[in-house]
Every structure is written in structure tokens, then in C-alpha cells.
């Protein structure tokens, strides 16, 4: 199984930060690479598909990159609605993993 | 508007068996591949199984594999999941997605309410 690792596991923030969120793969994916917001109580929402594609109706404030192994969601300015954990998950083969997640808290 | 309802949770003993259902509307279930998902208590996200729109390809994970048998209905527009010898690792909320992508390279892009199972004596 490939497994998927996220960091940093938690981090706390600011109004307007710039974030950036690393997931790294046991091994090459391509950019079969997904990332998920989910806040507490609340259904995850798909974020990025496919390491760098924005899903329809994310702000724009929201970026994914990367490819093979590494790979990157930046937040480029923080706002009061971001405060979430976030996950990635990789489709380039069953078992699809997920990472640990990483939990954006307010500083 | 694609609305995925989950249902069927509920509190199972060690052992015991559940099905689970998810009535998918605004969008052709039929020609759309299903997973489940599921998340225990305060933990992250575990891929559960997939299911090819027309049911000839499955896959599960290694936790459930053997325990647990994913199915659709395309004639009611439903998704089971159906658990058997459940066990206390089992718990979880348990979320029905839609599946996009090409290629069996698949995320989710519309995700159910969720229905908690939780095994206990």
C-alpha cells in the first residue's frame, strides 16, 4: 500500500498567513494526488484534484503543486472559514490512502 | 443538485452484522463508480471499498476485505454496503462519495451526510 504522509500534523495560524500543507507518497504518483477540507462536524469537501486543478466553487486562495512524491497545498491568505483539518489522498492505486491530516488552528 | 443520503448505521455487537444504504440523486448513478469511506471517532479518513458503475469491478480495503461486501442497486439509484463479523475497530462514521476521475485514478467529489456505526457489547 502506498502510505501518504502529511505535515505538519497541526499548525496554528493568523488572519491572512500564507500556509503551506506537504504530503509525501511511500512512492511515485504522478499528480494522482487530492486534497480535502474538513471542518468539525462537517462532511469533507474536495479541495484540488489531480496535485494542482482547483474543483469548481473553491476560492482561489486555495493551491496545490507538485508531483511524483512530493507535494504541496499553499493557503495564501488565511481566512476565519479555513480553520479545518485538511487531508490528502491519493488515487493512483487501491487501496486509495489518505493522509494523517493536518489541523489549522487560530493563533 | 447531486444529494447523497446515507443510511443504516446504528449499534452492532462484536460479531454482529449491518447494511448500510446511500440514495444518490441529481446526477446518472448509473454510469458512475461509488465508494465508502469512513472515519473513527476524532480520527482521520479511511478509504472502505469501490464499486464500477456496473458492478463488474469491486476493490476493498485490507481492514474490511472478506468481512464486508460493496453493492449498488442502478434501478433504485443505491449504494450498500453490506458489514458482517464487525468488530470494535470497525466504528465509525461511514460516508457514501461519488467517485470522479478517469481511469479507476478516482476522488470524491460529493461526499453523503455520513451514518455512525458503532460496535460495542
Known amino acids: 500500500d502506498i502510505q501518504m504522509t502529511q505535515s505538519p500534523s497541526s499548525l496554528s495560524a493568523s488572519v491572512g498567513d500564507r500556509v503551506t500543507i506537504t504530503c509525501r507518497a511511500s512512492?511515485?504518483?504522478?499528480?494522482?494526488l487530492n486534497w480535502y477540507q474538513q471542518k468539525p462536524g462537517k462532511v469533507p469537501n474536495l479541495l484540488i484534484y489531480?496535485?494542482?486543478s482547483l474543483q469548481s466553487g473553491v476560492p482561489s486562495r486555495f493551491s496545490g503543486s507538485g508531483s511524483g512524491t512530493d507535494f504541496t497545498l499553499t493557503i495564501s491568505s488565511l481566512q476565519p472559514e479555513d480553520f479545518a483539518a485538511y487531508y490528502c489522498?491519493?488515487?493512483?492505486?487501491?487501496?486509495?490512502?489518505f493522509g494523517q491530516g493536518t489541523k489549522v488552528e487560530i493563533k | 443538485e447531486v444529494q447523497l443520503l446515507d443510511s443504516g448505521g446504528g449499534l452492532a455487537q462484536p460479531g454482529g452484522s449491518l447494511r448500510l444504504s446511500c440514495a444518490a440523486s441529481?446526477?446518472?448513478?448509473?454510469?458512475?463508480?461509488m465508494s465508502w469511506v469512513r472515519q473513527a471517532p476524532g480520527k482521520g479518513l479511511e478509504w472502505v471499498s469501490v464499486?464500477?458503475?456496473?458492478?463488474?469491478?469491486?476493490s476493498y480495503a485490507d481492514s474490511v476485505k472478506g468481512r464486508f461486501t460493496i453493492s449498488r442497486d442502478n434501478s433504485r439509484n443505491t449504494l450498500f454496503l453490506q458489514m458482517n463479523s464487525l468488530r470494535a475497530e470497525d466504528t465509525a462514521i461511514y460516508y457514501c462519495?461519488?467517485?470522479?476521475?478517469?481511469?479507476?485514478?478516482?476522488?470524491?467529489?460529493?461526499w453523503g451526510q455520513g451514518t455512525l456505526v458503532t460496535v460495542s457489547s
Open positions: 441529481g446526477f446518472t448513478f448509473s454510469n458512475i463508480a
Open positions: 489522498q491519493q488515487s493512483y492505486t487501491t487501496p486509495w490512502t
Open positions: 464499486i464500477s458503475a456496473s458492478s463488474h469491478t469491486t
Open positions: 462519495a461519488k467517485c470522479t476521475g478517469q481511469g479507476w485514478k478516482y476522488y470524491f467529489d460529493y
Open positions: 489531480e496535485a494542482s
Open positions: 512512492q511515485s504518483i504522478n499528480t494522482y
